[in-house]
């Protein structure tokens, strides 16, 4: 079984930083894309970032220039770093992930972590 454990979540003040940490554990063959969500209270879920196998990059509009996304290959980890956050950036943020577990096949199973909570507030 493969799983995603978010970390790194919490209160930050505007203008701040935090960096959340997106950890992938057990049978992992490779990983494709790796991704964050984030979804606020009363709203649809939203991509955030996306960050491909050998570091291509994507992000909504609302983010650029202030979240960056990056990935550790050997450490099956993903992160997003957090600069100047706004309080509308406050949601519950999720990891996502494209993980193949089996060496005899080619599919890659979409993968969700459970969330973790960021509130920016003063």
């Known amino acids: 079984q493969v799983q995603l454990a978010e970390s790194g979540g919490g209160l930050v003040q505007p203008g701040g930083s935090l960096r959340l940490s997106c950890a992938a554990s057990?049978?992992?063959?490779?990983?494709?894309?790796m991704g964050w969500y984030r979804q606020a209270p009363g709203k649809q879920r939203e991509l955030v970032a996306t960050?491909?196998?050998?570091?291509?990059?994507n992000y909504v509009d609302s983010v650029k220039g202030r979240f960056t996304i990056s990935r550790d290959n050997a450490k099956n980890t993903a992160y997003l770093q957090m600069n100047s956050p706004k309080p509308e950036d406050t949601a519950v943020y999720y990891c996502?992930?494209?993980?193949?577990?089996?060496?005899?096949?080619?599919?890659?199973?979409?993968?969700w972590g459970q969330g973790t909570l960021v509130t920016v507030s003063s």
């Open positions: 996502v992930a494209g993980i193949k577990t089996r060496m005899d096949s080619d599919t890659y199973l979409e993968v």
């Open positions: 057990g049978i992992i063959v490779s990983i494709s894309h």
């Open positions: 960050i491909t196998t050998d570091g291509g990059t």
